[in-house]
C-alpha cells in the first residue's frame, strides 16, 4: 500500500490534452491557506532575508536620524459673497476650502513664506546648506502637511522641523503670509482689471462718438433731421394734414361770420339806450313829477308854486328828450362802428387762417417730398443707426461692468483666520524605530511575498503532476527519485535489483505496473521513452521500467534506438559489458544473429542461502558499442519494424530508447511503431515551454510522464499536496535512509544560520 502513496497518478485520461493557459490570478485564488505556507517555505530564505534586510536598514536610518518635532495650526475658512456676507451653499463652500488647501499647499505660498521668515539663510531650516528661496520653498513643501475636512471649513497646517519653535513658528505664520500674498496680487488684479476696463471704457466711448457722429453728418449731408426716414415723418405730415384742413374750415367760418356781423349790425336796436345825463334828467323829471303830485292837493293848479313846478317840469322833459335823441344817435353811431370792426376782424382772420392752410399745405407738400426722398436713404442710416446703438450698448455694459467689478473687489474672495495657532511641540514625532520597524517587517513582508508568488509564478520549469495535469492535461505515471550514485553499469547494478526494498525500486515497480495497464496488441507490449532534450535521463527511465517489469515476472528488453548520441551512455555501457550481438548486426544480418539475442533470465541472489531459488528476470539490453554514421537510415529502416515484430513474439515488454525529441525526428517516426509514447520529464529542469514544443512533435499522443531524478526532500518541503508531500511518513517500510524530522526550533536555526553544502 506505501506504493500508492509514492506513485502520483492524476486523473487526468491518458493521452496529452490540449494545453491550458495559466491564469495567475485564477491560481493564486485557488490556492488555500496551507499551500500559501508551503510557497512561503520554500523560499524561506529569500523571505527571511528580505524582511531582515529591510527592518535592519530601517532600524540604522531610524537611529541615525535626528529628532523632528511636528507643530499643527488650525485654521478656518470664510468665505465671502458679492454682498460680504458668508455663504450658504454647502456644495460650493467645499470646493472652495478644497481650494483654499491647495493654497496652502501650493509653491508661491511656500515661497511666501520662506521670504517672510527669511527661512533660505536659518541654519535650522538648512542645516547648513546654501540654498535659494525656491529650494528652501521646496523643502518646506516636503515637510509641511495640509489637510481639509470635506464636511468642515476647518485646514489643519502641520509642520515639521528639527527646531520645536521653528515647527511652530512656520506653521502660524503660513495665514499671515497668504494674506499678504493674496493682497498683493488681488491689489495687482485690482489694478490691471481696472486699467483693462478704463482703457476699454474709453475705446468704447471713443466708438460711440464716432457712430453717432456718422449718424449725424449723414443726416447732415442727406437733410434728414432727427426721425427722418421713420414713423415720426409720418406723423408729422399727418398733423400738419390734420392742422391744414382745420386751418381752411376755420377760414370759411371766419369769412361766414363777416357777413353775418354786416347783417346783423343792422339788427341792433337802440332802445336801452342811455347815459348818466339822461339818467339824471330823468331823475329830476321824476322828481318834480311827485312834487307836483304831492303839492298839487294843497295847492290849486294856479298855485305859483305849482306853476314854477310845472315850468321846470316842462323845460326838464325838453331837456329830456333831447338827451335821449343824442344818447340814442350815439349809440347808433357805436353799433355801426362795432359791427364794422367785427367784420373787419372777421375777415382779417378768415384771411389769415386762408394764408395758413396755404402754408401748410406747401409744408405738406415739402415734407412729403422729402419723406419719399430720404426712403432711398434709409437703409443707410439704420446701418449707422444700429452701429451706434452697438457701440453704445457696449459701452453702457463695459461701463457698467467696470463699477461691479469695483465694488466686488472690495467683498468678494475666500479668507482664512487663525482659530488654534501652532504651539510649541514638546515631544518628537521622529524618529520612530519601533513604529518604523514594524511597518518595515508588514511592507517588507508583503514585498517579499509578491516577490516570491512572482518568481514561483514565473517559474516555469515542472515539478509537480498538477502541473503536467492543469497544463496539458497530462497523467503522471511516476516520480523516479533521485540518486546519490548512479544507476551502475550493469544490469545486476540496477538498484531495482541490488535493493528490491528501497524508495526507488517502489515507484520503479509502480510505474511498471501503471504500464502494464495500458492498452496494447496481444501479450506483448511496446513502449516507447523520450523526453524533450538530452540529459533527460530517458535511458535510465527505460533500462528501470525494464528492469522493474523483468522483476515483476515480465520478460522484457530495452532496444536503444538513440544512434545519434556522441560518447559513451548507460545502455551502451551495458551492451559493451554483455554477450548480446550488436544492435547493427542484428538489424543487418541474417535471421541466425537475431536468434542470438538472449532470453530473459533469472537473477540469483548470490549472498543468499545456498539452494536459494532465482528471485528475479534480468532484462535484456539491445544497443549499439559505436557510434554510427547515418543513424537516420537505420531508424527509419524497415528493418526496425521487422526487429520489434520478432521481438514482440519472445518478450512482453519491449522497451524502446528513443532520442529527445527536439533535437531529431526519429521519437515521432518511431512512435507509430510502439503501443504507448511515455515522456520524461526532469524534474526542475524541464520547462514548460520545452514540452510543449516536444507534445506538439508528436502530436500530443503521449500516454503519460515520468518525472527524473525527483529530490524527494526539496519536493516535500516545497508542498505540492501530492503524495511525494508524505514519502517520509513511510520511511518504516523501506531500506533507504530518510532525513530526520526537525523540530521548529531546529528549522528556525536552519534557516537563519548557513550550513557547508
Not at 417 to 446: D, E, I, R
Not at 540 to 564: E, N, Y
Request: with cysteine; net charge neutral; proline share 3%.
Amino acid at each position: 500500500m506505501a506504493s500508492a502513496q509514492l506513485t502520483l497518478i492524476d486523473g487526468a485520461a491518458p493521452g496529452g490534452g490540449a494545453e491550458k493557459p495559466r491564469d495567475l490570478s485564477f491560481e493564486l485564488q485557488q490556492m488555500s491557506a496551507r499551500q500559501i505556507w508551503f510557497l512561503l517555505h520554500r523560499h524561506m530564505k529569500l523571505v527571511a532575508s528580505i524582511v531582515i534586510a529591510c527592518v535592519v536598514v530601517v532600524l540604522i536610518v531610524q537611529l541615525q536620524l535626528p529628532n523632528r518635532y511636528e507643530a499643527t495650526a488650525t485654521v478656518q475658512v470664510e468665505l465671502n459673497d458679492s454682498t460680504g456676507s458668508n455663504q450658504a451653499d454647502a456644495t460650493r463652500n467645499q470646493q472652495r476650502v478644497a481650494n483654499e488647501a491647495r493654497m496652502y499647499r501650493s509653491q508661491a505660498l511656500a515661497e511666501q513664506v520662506v521670504r517672510d521668515l527669511n527661512l533660505n539663510r536659518n541654519q535650522a531650516f538648512t542645516h547648513g546648506v546654501q540654498m535659494t528661496v525656491q529650494q528652501a520653498a521646496v523643502q518646506l513643501t516636503k515637510t509641511t502637511r495640509v489637510v481639509s475636512s470635506t464636511d468642515s471649513d476647518f485646514i489643519d497646517i502641520t509642520v515639521q522641523s528639527r527646531k520645536a519653535e521653528l515647527a511652530a513658528r512656520i506653521a502660524n505664520r503660513f495665514v499671515d503670509s497668504l494674506q499678504k500674498m493674496r493682497s498683493q496680487r488681488r491689489q495687482t488684479w485690482r489694478n490691471g482689471l481696472s486699467t483693462a476696463l478704463d482703457k476699454e471704457t474709453r475705446r468704447l466711448a471713443h466708438e460711440v462718438e464716432l457712430a453717432e457722429r456718422a449718424v449725424a453728418d449723414f443726416r447732415r449731408q442727406h437733410l434728414m433731421p432727427m426721425g427722418a426716414g421713420s414713423a415720426e415723418d409720418y406723423q408729422q405730415m399727418n398733423r400738419i394734414a390734420v392742422e391744414a384742413a382745420s386751418t381752411a374750415a376755420m377760414s370759411s367760418a371766419m369769412q361766414a361770420q363777416a357777413a353775418g356781423v354786416s347783417r346783423a349790425a343792422s339788427m341792433r336796436t337802440v332802445a336801452g339806450a342811455t347815459s348818466p345825463a339822461l339818467d339824471n334828467l330823468q331823475k329830476q323829471y321824476d322828481d318834480l313829477i311827485r312834487q307836483r303830485s304831492e303839492i298839487s292837493v294843497q295847492m290849486g293848479a294856479n298855485h305859483p308854486q305849482m306853476q314854477a313846478l310845472s315850468a321846470q317840469i316842462a323845460q326838464v322833459s325838453r331837456a329830456l328828450v333831447q338827451e335821449r335823441a343824442s344818447v340814442v344817435a350815439t349809440q347808433q353811431t357805436r353799433n355801426d362802428t362795432d359791427a364794422g370792426r367785427e367784420r373787419a376782424m372777421a375777415l382779417a382772420e378768415a384771411n389769415a387762417a386762408s394764408a395758413r392752410a396755404g402754408q401748410l399745405q406747401a409744408k405738406l407738400n415739402a415734407m412729403t417730398g422729402a419723406a419719399f426722398r430720404n426712403n432711398a436713404n434709409l437703409v443707410d442710416l439704420s446701418i449707422l443707426d444700429r452701429r451706434a446703438e452697438v457701440a453704445r450698448q457696449a459701452y453702457l455694459t463695459t461701463a457698467q461692468r467696470a463699477q461691479t467689478v469695483q465694488s466686488e473687489l472690495q467683498t468678494t474672495g475666500v479668507n482664512s483666520t487663525m482659530v488654534s495657532a501652532a504651539a510649541v511641540p514638546l515631544q518628537p514625532v521622529a524618529p520612530a524605530p519601533k513604529k518604523m520597524a514594524l511597518a518595515a517587517f508588514v511592507g517588507s513582508s508583503v514585498l517579499a511575498f509578491l516577490i516570491v508568488l512572482g518568481i514561483e509564478m514565473f517559474d516555469n520549469r515542472l515539478r509537480s503532476g498538477d502541473q503536467l495535469r492543469r497544463l496539458f492535461g497530462l497523467r503522471t505515471l511516476a516520480m523516479l527519485p533521485k540518486l546519490e550514485e548512479s544507476i551502475g553499469t550493469t544490469i545486476e547494478d540496477n538498484p531495482v535489483t541490488t535493493q528490491p526494498q528501497s524508495l526507488f525500486t517502489e515507484v520503479a515497480r509502480n510505474l511498471a505496473s501503471e504500464i502494464g495497464e495500458l492498452p496494447h496488441q496481444g501479450t506483448s507490449q511496446r513502449v516507447l521513452v523520450t523526453s524533450p532534450l538530452p540529459g533527460d535521463g530517458k535511458s535510465s527511465v527505460a533500462l528501470t521500467l525494464a528492469a522493474a517489469a523483468a522483476s515483476m515476472g515480465r520478460r522484457a528488453i530495452v532496444v536503444d534506438l538513440d544512434l545519434r548520441r556522441p560518447g559513451p551512455s548507460i545502455l551502451r555501457s551495458i551492451q559493451d559489458g554483455s554477450d548480446t550481438p550488436d544492435l547493427i548486426e542484428v538489424l543487418t544480418h541474417a535471421e541466425e544473429s537475431r536468434r542470438l539475442i538472449p532470453q530473459a533470465e533469472r537473477h540469483v541472489d548470490h549472498d543468499a542461502a545456498e539452494g536459494a531459488a532465482p528471485v528475479a528476470l534480468m532484462p535484456v539490453v539491445l544497443s549499439t558499442r559505436e557510434q554510427i554514421r547515418n543513424p537516420a537510415a537505420v531508424v527509419q529502416g524497415w528493418q526496425v519494424g521487422r526487429l520489434l515484430d520478432d521481438l514482440r513474439e519472445r518478450f512482453d515488454l519491449v522497451v524502446i530508447n528513443a532520442p529527445a525529441i527536439l533535437a531529431v525526428r526519429d521519437a515521432r517516426t518511431l512512435s507509430s511503431l510502439a503501443d504507448s509514447t511515455l515522456m520524461v520529464v526532469r524534474w526542475g529542469h524541464t520547462t514548460v515551454e520545452q514540452l510543449r514544443a516536444s507534445l506538439q512533435m508528436v502530436n500530443n499522443q503521449v500516454v503519460g510522464a515520468v518525472f527524473n531524478q525527483v529530490d524527494y526532500e526539496d519536493h516535500a518541503r516545497r508542498g505540492y499536496g501530492d503524495a511525494v508531500q508524505f514519502y517520509m511518513g513511510s520511511a518504516a517500510y523501506y531500506s533507504d535512509s530518510f532525513p530526520i524530522r526537525q523540530s521548529w526550533t531546529d528549522r528556525v536555526r536552519h534557516v537563519f544560520t548557513r550550513k557547508a553544502a
